[in-house]
């Protein structure tokens, strides 16, 4: 670990302000207002994307902080994170998905992750695979029954690195092809899965879904701000810390 109270050099948070236990998100808004869950919650960090609260959830001290959009910057985050004590990790956002039967709002637990994410290549070889831990799934399996929430799907997700295609075909339409089953798609699992092998640390994700791919035909056009996914992401902003807290 580096020296307690020296920040570390993007997050700006020293790693004493750290729990061993965090939540992580893309959105800076988002972080904070998981942040209103916590009791004594400070702000212990803001720099670019990089926004970090600590305080406790059923009294357990927890971490929320925002590692914006991609692998690349969130990379960041985790690999901060990890070096100033974290231990275990368990990433909230939105997802596109890819089964059939999974509605707007839903909530999605990510078992793995395909390493599509254009970051964790260069830091793990491509063969090792990303893998969630069973313990922080049995805690958000947990933590979604004390909530009585049963819209629960489970499964592999995959991680890509950019939001708009170009002009090659996108990769997602190669799984959604494929005999397979490929849950959802969204951008940062599959790093925060390699960073946190490297550093024998914990981690996983429970995703909302905000649109579904195999039911519309571009998802870019896609309204993420409706008020299905705000319910959504308000109940796995929930069970997200309440999960944390059952592994610490």
């Excluded at 998802?219 to 309440?242: C, F, N, W, Y």
Aim: overall charge negative; proline content about 5%; some cysteine.
């Amino acid at each position: 670990m580096n020296n307690p109270d020296k920040p570390l050099p993007l997050l700006k948070t020293r790693p004493s302000d750290l729990a061993s236990h965090a939540l992580v998100v893309g959105d800076p808004g988002r972080a904070a207002l998981a942040a209103e869950l916590l009791t004594n919650a400070e702000e212990v960090g803001c720099f670019r994307e990089y926004r970090t609260f600590t305080g406790e959830f059923a009294a357990k001290r927890v971490t929320i902080s925002s590692h914006g959009v991609g692998g690349a910057g969130a990379s960041v985050c985790f690999e901060e994170m990890m070096q100033g004590g974290v231990k275990t990790v368990i990433r909230a956002g939105t997802c596109g998905a890819m089964r059939k039967g999974i509605k707007d709002g839903e909530l999605v637990i990510g078992t793995g992750a395909i390493r599509e994410d254009g970051t964790s290549e260069r830091l793990m070889p491509i063969a090792y695979p990303a893998i969630a831990d069973r313990h922080v799934i049995s805690a958000l399996e947990a933590a979604a029954a004390a909530q009585d929430y049963t819209r629960l799907h489970e499964g592999i997700i995959l991680t890509q690195s950019y939001f708009y295609p170009g002009i090659l075909p996108p990769a997602v339409d190669t799984w959604l092809k494929a005999d397979v089953d490929v849950c959802a798609v969204e951008m940062e699992l599959a790093t925060l899965l390699i960073i946190a092998a490297l550093h024998g640390a914990r981690a996983g994700g429970i995703f909302t879904s905000d649109g579904n791919m195999t039911e519309e035909a571009d998802m870019t056009e896609t309204d993420p701000h409706r008020s299905v996914i705000e319910q959504g992401v308000s109940t796995m902003l929930k069970i997200a810390p309440d999960a944390l807290a059952r592994l610490a």
